[in-house]
């Protein structure tokens, strides 16, 4: 075993001992408790045997960041780097890459051919699994276990889930022998703490030493209205609790943006630094700024100098990197963040503060999930700098300090599949393989392998629908089965039905004194004889029919519900495959697949990557973007890669060729939403021009100033836009069967748009 220069933890030293005997492995453990280190010993031993390893993060700025940590410990000359618009000396031993790059060129798209994609690869780390998790990506981490070269070791490491053991399970049965090494343990140990208003010159413990709730934290009161928007903000007390404490550095987590600079803003004047530190901060500000002037009059700036500031994904990147920076180097003492910041970034600190335990949704407050809150809290404590970690969390009116209480007690949430087959997969699937052979694959899956799990809800209701119906089965005295109580039922409610219609008819001949007409007569003894007939049933007299009848009646609408939830089950069991279908049908209708092989138009769609790649293809063989100039066609693609905003951003206008263009590419949509609304496919497709005049102005030589003050908007959502932009655009320009024209015009364009501060990362 490679020798590190510090001991090993227990959970360590067994997950590389697996390494070594040519497992795979997943390592389940607490934010914070040491991972990388098995990633480093695999490292090692890819150096040692000449072989080479991959080591994949959710985040672009994570493999930045990795790829920076690696090539200052093992040099820049053995190191890649592979994400969406960045590819660095892709050759080399060690290449960090986001997981979706792995993913694609497992598919063989865009990166050429499998067998040289993964030539001389041994092992493949795959950081921050627990993003399976994710709505939108999840699926990305499903398909590249499964179509990993089985003599490729997986190094699988994840914060804590309560399905570990399902999870390994899943990759030993998919792929190829996997150990799974399970801990709580924290090198760390963490205490916790509550703000509470009432008290606000203290922080209190939030658990007496035997783990029940402390006694004198108090619930917030409920504010309403006025009350509510003028509650005082009580950010300064905690963080001067936290200076006298000595538990600063600290992250400051914050559900708003806004919320974030404002308690940046009011925390300014606290001198949480000393003058030594201001200068240090100085120093090392100058020569960051030198090297990204567009940051020179960043509105922030002042803030850095009092030792706080902000973090969220409305900075600017190189911002962002800056404060990140400073923190690490324990200059910032605290920093005000949204949630992302727990997403893996190495930013360590003493204390985490969580300014509430419940979030706010589009559906109204929801508290926060065990896992959201072991992220967070988990960036608590330093390892080699500080025995212990704190976690502060701050009373507010929308949790009470029993339910914070619980939930700091939750064990993580399980792993949920979010496998979801898109167009792309279906056409890749079948360019290499049968439908048969594709259905394999598909029904490879964690979530059609955790099924089980996620079906016990429904196959528990089944088990109690079943009891019910076993338990009612009613004795019946007379032995009568419940279809021949059914049969006296039926004669029994037409004898009812027709004796009433005989009485009305004798009783309108008497009114009009006239003997009663033959079919009359012959209707009576009919009604007589079922009469008859019923008194044939023992059921006629029983003192028990009531009971034996109103049985029947609810065994029959328990057995309805058993069916429909039978049908469920057997939806829910095989959702993956009829989604898988139901994406084929609508290529099959549009002619993407002929005979579940690809067209040339379905080669091109399984090179894209997207939110809808059908969609994208489309347009690019509507011949309607051939035209456009490269700022127009910027603003195009802007218009169809933004999602829907929750805010509202006021209408800019856009000009005359880009309308027309987004008006024709309105009919596509509608073309594709009837067909997919055929086969009940929901693929979103976006047409949102909110920052298309930007991207035009910009690619048309605009400076940043300009488009900055155009709209009320974070810096970085509108870098995040034109990122955006150019991953489509770039696709333009590699994916196969593009009309040369737009090729030409998708290159000017990325390059148009690609200056500070927007190719900064």
């Keep these: 075993m490679y020798e590190f220069p510090f001991e090993l933890d227990d959970f360590q030293k067994e997950a590389c001992e697996y390494i070594n005997e040519g497992k795979s492995v997943v390592v389940c ?19 040692e045997e000449n072989k080479r390893i991959f080591y994949t993060t959710p985040l672009k700025a994570l493999s930045n960041q990795k790829y920076y940590d690696f090539g200052e410990k093992y040099g820049t000359d053995k190191v890649g780097l592979l994400t969406g618009d960045t590819s660095i000396n892709r050759n080399a031993q060690i290449v960090v890459m986001t997981t979706e790059v792995f993913r694609n060129m497992l598919y063989g798209t865009n990166f050429g051919a499998v067998a040289d994609n993964m030539k001389d690869v041994r092992y493949v780390v795959l950081d921050e699994v627990h993003y399976m998790n994710d709505e939108q990506r999840g699926t990305v981490w499903e398909e590249s276990i499964i179509y990993c070269p089985t003599n490729v070791q997986i190094i699988a490491l994840s914060a804590t889930v309560a399905n570990a053991d399902e999870l390994t399970e899943w990759i030993n049965t998919v792929h190829s022998k996997t150990e799974l090494v399970d801990t709580d343990f924290r090198p760390v140990p963490l205490k916790f703490y509550y703000f ?67 308690q940046m803003e009011k925390c300014a004047s606290l001198d949480l630094i000393t003058k030594g530190e201001k200068a240090q901060i100085k120093q090392f500000v100058d020569e960051y700024i ?43 003492k605290v920093v005000f963040a949204t949630e992302t910041l727990a997403a893996g970034i190495n930013m360590p600190a003493r204390t985490t503060v969580i300014s509430s335990t419940s979030k706010r949704t589009d559906s109204g407050h929801r508290m926060l999930t065990a896992s959201e809150f072991l992220q967070m809290s988990g960036r608590a404590g330093r390892r080699g700098m500080d025995e212990v970690g704190y976690v502060v969390i701050v009373g507010t009116q929308f949790q009470s300090p029993e339910e914070v209480a619980e939930l700091v007690l939750s064990d993580a949430n399980p792993l949920e599949s979010r496998f979801s087959p898109s167009y792309s997969m279906v056409l890749n699937l079948l360019q290499r393989f049968s439908l048969e052979e594709a259905k394999e694959l598909i029904l490879k899956s964690f979530g059609y392998f955790s099924a089980g799990s996620r079906l016990q809800p429904l196959l528990k209701l089944k088990e109690q629908l079943e009891n019910d119906i076993v338990s009612r089965k009613f004795i019946c005295p007379s032995k009568l089965s419940d279809s021949e109580l059914c049969e006296y039922d039926k004669i029994r409610h037409i004898y009812v039905q027709n004796r009433q219609t005989y009485k009305k008819i004798c009783k309108q001949e008497r009114s009009k004194n006239r003997p009663l007409p033959a079919e009359a007569v012959q209707f009576g003894k009919e009604t007589k004889a079922l009469l008859s007939k019923m008194h044939n049933y023992p059921c006629d007299n029983c003192k028990l029919y009531k009971k034996h009848s109103k049985n029947v009646e609810v065994l029959s609408r328990f057995s309805v519900r058993l069916k429909k939830l039978e049908k469920e089950i057997d939806r829910q069991r095989d959702i993956f495959w009829n989604k898988f279908l139901a994406h084929r049908s609508v290529l099959t209708d549009m002619g993407y697949l002929v005979d579940d092989y690809p067209t040339d138009r379905g080669v091109t769609t399984a090179q894209i990557r997207s939110e809808n790649e059908l969609f994208i293809s489309e347009i690019i063989f509507s011949n309607i973007l051939e035209n456009l ?53 929901e693929s979103p497709m976006y047409i949102n021009p909110y920052f298309s005049s930007l991207i035009e102005l910009w690619a048309d030589g605009a400076e940043w100033e300009t488009i900055t003050e155009q709209i009320e908007i974070g810096e970085g959502d509108i870098v995040r836009s034109f990122k955006r932009t150019v991953d ?34």
Excluded at 33 to 42: D, L, P, R, W
Excluded at 735 to 761: C, G, H, M, Q, Y
Aim: aromatic share 6%.
């Design 29 to 47: 453990a607490p934010t914070g408790a040491g991972k990388t280190v098995i990633a480093q010993h695999a490292i090692h031993k890819a150096l």
């Design 728 to 761: 489509v655009l770039r696709q333009f320009t590699t994916i196969s069967n593009v009309p040369e024209a737009l090729v030409f015009t998708a290159r000017e364009a990325i390059e148009k748009i690609l200056r500070e501060p927007v190719d900064v990362d």
């Design 196 to 262: 509470d208003s009432s008290q606000p010159t203290k922080l209190l413990p939030l658990l007496t030493p035997c783990g029940q709730l402390n006694k004198k934290i108090r619930p917030e009161k409920r504010l309403f209205g006025k009350k509510l928007q003028n509650r005082r903000s009580f950010v300064k007390d905690i963080v001067r609790n936290l200076q006298e404490n000595n538990m600063l550095p600290a992250i400051y987590f914050t559900f708003s943006r806004k919320k974030c600079d404002e």
């Design 629 to 681: 100039t490269p700022a127009q066609l910027a603003a195009v693609v802007c218009a169809i890669t933004t999602e829907d905003l929750r805010i509202d951003i006021p209408y800019l206008p856009i000009s005359e060729s880009v309308r027309k263009t987004l008006n024709l590419i309105r009919n596509i949509r509608r073309k594709i939403e009837k067909v997919q609304n055929r086969y009940l496919v």
């Design 290 to 332: 030198a090297e990204n002037p567009h940051l020179y009059n960043n509105k922030h700036l002042d803030y850095l100098y009092q030792g706080v500031a902000s973090h969220h994904a409305g900075l600017l990147p190189a911002w962002k990197n800056l404060v990140e920076k400073l923190f690490q180097k324990g200059l910032i």
